[in-house]
């Protein structure tokens, strides 16, 4: 092998199955480059620096993508009002074209050819991860332990791991600290595998980090304001305190602390996967749960009825393509930049109240909406003629009539037994 070839970028998150991943590629004799993307979970960067630096990482690159992750991915995401299946906002599966782009890049300028991750074979990520690098470097070569047989053989169990760990002195607790995996970012936490792979079984209470159980929130509700610009969130406002936020990422801040107490944001799901498998998530939003809810709502006020449906079946194709792992697709680049073009006049506030895990919409307002007050009043006429009306029901009239005809004949004709 050349230099070049043996240099791998590790997608590190400093956790078990990435630190023995680590070891494992020098092993194998690879010069291992480990990168970490800060998008906001909570985590000591430090010390994973110094963790894949006594593992052996020829070099440890840490990156604070929040805004980036922020601006570039979720506040898209929020414009298009992305919810796949109805249920998941989709939390895990923005982050990762977010983390694939700076993994490219790196890449690129260590002059590395490979690119390693350490999602399983029967998830998601290893799709979203490897179609993004692969869209935006397509020469570049994916190197998935767990998918390599020679890996997966070896460390079968997680208790594996953990004596691989122990014996080779990888600072590694000895046992999990919790009986499922997590995923955290600015946008969610997600919880699955381990005892949450039986979905008979509920998840335990202590299991959520984010948010307040909905029936120990408080009892005094909260009322704030959330404003957009062109279908981006643009301000918060709590109404109580009177404090604006305006960047993303104290938006988003904010947010998630407001609607974790009071218990904003957890659903627990059965979600089919991309490959095929049905899996069991369990999931808090809060901070996304508020800003779909707002965004919703002032659409609701703003857009043409026809423009709102068929952004409707835009927004259903786009969850699929995103969580499937195809952002950079040439499908989804069209659809996104065909919704966000419906988001030109999505500018205005919504006022809502949070109370117990429940999201409510109390008013909103735009300088410039479809609501025309005058004309929709039952208290003046506002342009609007009555008489109107009933020609609009009678030319309505004609395909029901003539049905109820058709089905007379019908069933004298003996058509229907």
Known sequence: MSETSKKVVLAYSGGLDT????LWLKEKGYQVIAYMANIGQEEDFNVAREKALKIGAAKVIIEDLREVFL????WPAIACGLLYEGKYLLGTAIARPCISEALVRIAKSENASIIAHGATGKGNDQVRFELSCYS???DIQILAPWREKEFYTRFSRTSDLLRYAQQYRIPISATPKEPWSTDANLLHISYESGIL???ATLAPKQIYKMTNDPLNSPTEPEEIEVSFEQGYPSSVRKLRSNEIFLT?????ECLNEIGGIHGIGRIDIVENRFIGLKSRGVYESPGAKILYEAHQELEMFILDREVSRVKSYLTNKMSDYVYNGFWFSPECDFVRNGILYSQKYVTGTVRLQLYKGTVSILSRRSKASLYNERLVSMDMKGGFEPED????????AYR???FNRFEKEATTLKFIE
């Open 248 to 252: 993303p990422l104290k938006i988003i």
């Open 400 to 402: 029901l009539k003539e």
């Open 136 to 138: 935006l470097f397509p």
């Open 197 to 199: 792979e039986n979905p």
């Open 71 to 74: 601006s570039s991915f979720v």
């Open 19 to 22: 630190s023995c991943i680590l």
């Open 389 to 396: 009306a009933g020609g609009f029901i009678r030319t309505q």
